[in-house]
């Protein structure tokens, strides 16, 4: 038994959180480690009474509570308090995230909880920033008019968030969605409940009004994602998740016509020139290909390498591959920590054994680590190279979503941007050159919501982020979360 990696106590029944109670259900679930296997926790499952109890009580919140008359000044404020007793409670959020997925402690501080931190004071002080527009109009009859447009809140939003980065997830959801001044349903994923729990325990000691902010837990079909999502009481759903998630969401809501924003799947390129500073396009590639054991949306699977430097490149991020540390989350020196379940893994295992059916050579990796302890129990897998694969090989068109990538070399730019922009899905892509013209040649021509160039996951929270194709509907972000979160009125005066 392994008790540093425990919950926080209060997590043992993971419970709901409903117009500001923590409500168990009669129905529960385990949370089960990645690590080990062993059962971390009970998790009380809401039905679709309890989230229509949700949906009914953030109406209300809205209607009758004072959060429907804030400002914007007092909802700062109180995502401000939250984000208090986030950085006070830092340990505490920092053992949930580490128990639910298994990820190396410097991961789960940065990527979780300093980034939920820093969702929720960037939007509070976004939002305080924020304007309406100003038109003036001059008629052929001499008469004059003048615009302005007003935002209001969407009313009660639907936030469905998957298991990769919960913390960063949900917090990158509901700051924006509650600066507007929305009340928020938020479902985590049924992987990973417990920091969503302690988000709610932050809410309720901020002192945030009942009904503001609920948390109701369970799985998708036939349980809480789709009692919410189907609920007619909801007036928008955003959602982070596989891309056929968002499509089963989107039938959901069709009825209704809800507003939807969608972050989904990813199958992003890397393209690596001959002119690139090698060592850091190696250290490059390794963080976008395995960080949180390849199960970011913003991942690497595909790497292309200009013919020249292709060897030298693939035997450099072999030896770099086979130095990664596997293990315990605080272990000195970790850089991968587990999968999230043994069912992913089973997922990631079939297309490892897909790819070398597909024709693929495994550069290395390919299989499971074994420790001789408990962590056998758990969900670990090796990172893995592949090359050789064809182009239209189910493996470089589907996304895997754990530490793998294939590297092919190209011949000419056009070549690279072609096979690149050769996908489904389109959500980021990395350039890595040391040739500035290049660099603006190819990030526009490249089909995709983000590109970087000579780095990797590097944000700043004003910017646009979301995909296009089957990767998502809509940017969030700065200006384009808060364009989301709420309604855009023009008021037209005569003068
Ligand atoms: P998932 O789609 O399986 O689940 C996401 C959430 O949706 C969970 O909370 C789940 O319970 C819920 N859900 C599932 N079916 C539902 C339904 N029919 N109705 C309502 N809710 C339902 O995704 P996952 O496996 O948790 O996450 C991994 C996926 O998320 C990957 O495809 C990854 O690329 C994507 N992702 C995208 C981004 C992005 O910003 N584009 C970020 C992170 C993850």
């Not at 971390?40 to 009580?57: M, N």
């Not at 990813?266 to 395995?290: L, P, Q, W």
Request: charged letters at 25%; glycine letters at 10%; a negative charge.
């Amino acid at each position: 038994m392994t008790e540093r990696f425990a919950l926080p106590p209060s997590l043992a029944e993971t419970r709901n959180y409903v117009d500001g109670a923590f409500v168990a259900t009669g129905r529960t679930f385990d949370n089960v480690s990645p690590l080990t296997g062993r059962v971390l926790a009970r998790v009380h499952e809401a039905d679709a009474a309890l989230v229509d109890r949700a949906v009914a009580a953030a109406r209300r919140a809205l209607d009758e509570g004072p959060w429907g008359r804030s400002t914007v000044a007092e909802r700062a404020a109180a995502l401000h308090r939250v984000a208090d007793v986030i950085e006070r409670r830092f340990d505490d959020f920092l053992a949930a995230e580490i128990a639910d997925t298994g990820r190396p402690l410097a991961q789960a501080r940065q990527l979780d909880v300093y980034r939920g931190v820093a969702n929720l004071r960037s939007f509070a002080d976004l939002g305080k920033t924020a304007h309406g527009d100003f038109f003036e109009t001059h008629l052929a009859d001499g008469s004059q008019l003048i615009n302005y447009t007003t935002r209001k809140p969407l009313g009660v939003v639907a936030s469905i968030s998957p298991w990769n980065l919960p913390i960063l997830s949900l917090t990158w959801k509901a700051a924006p969605a509650l600066i507007c001044g929305n009340a928020l349903v938020c479902k985590p994923s049924e992987e990973t409940p417990s920091s969503a729990t302690l988000i709610a325990e932050a809410f309720d000691e901020a002192g945030v009004p009942p009904g503001v902010f609920n948390v109701v837990h369970g799985f998708g079909p036939g349980s809480a994602g789709e009692a919410l999502t189907t609920h007619p009481g909801i007036d928008a759903v955003t959602f982070t998740g596989e891309s056929r998630t968002g499509a089963a969401i989107m039938r959901a809501v069709a009825d209704g016509v809800k507003e939807v924003s969608f972050e989904l799947g990813g199958k992003n390129a890397a393209i690596v020139f001959a002119d690139c500073d090698f060592d850091a396009a190696v250290e490059g590639v390794i963080r976008s290909s395995f960080t949180n054991t390849g199960q970011v949306c913003l991942c690497s699977e595909r790497v292309y390498v200009e013919r020249p430097i292709f060897e030298r490149f693939v035997a450099a991020l072999k030896a770099r591959t086979e130095a990664l540390k596997i293990g315990w989350p605080d272990e000195p020196d970790v850089d991968l920590g587990s999968l999230i379940s043994r069912e992913h893994r089973e997922k990631v295992l079939s297309y490892y054994q897909l790819a070398v059916e597909e024709g693929a050579t495994v550069v290395t990796g390919g299989g499971v680590p074994h420790f001789g302890d408990e962590r056998d129990g758990g969900a670990f897998v090796q990172p893995t190279l592949w090359t050789g694969l064809a182009d239209n090989a189910r493996c470089l068109n589907e996304e895997v979503f754990g530490p793998v990538c294939h590297l092919a070399p190209f011949d000419s730019e056009d070549e690279a941007i072609r096979r690149a922009n050769a996908s489904d899905y389109g959500l980021a892509a990395s350039v890595w050159t040391t040739n500035l013209s290049r660099a603006h040649r190819v990030g526009p021509r490249l089909h995709v919501g983000i590109v970087w160039v000579n780095t990797w996951f590097s944000r700043d929270l004003r910017t646009p982020f979301g995909g296009v194709k089957l990767s998502g509907i809509g940017r969030e972000g700065g200006r384009w979360s808060l364009d989301f979160y709420s309604e855009t009125s023009n008021i037209c005066i005569k003068v």
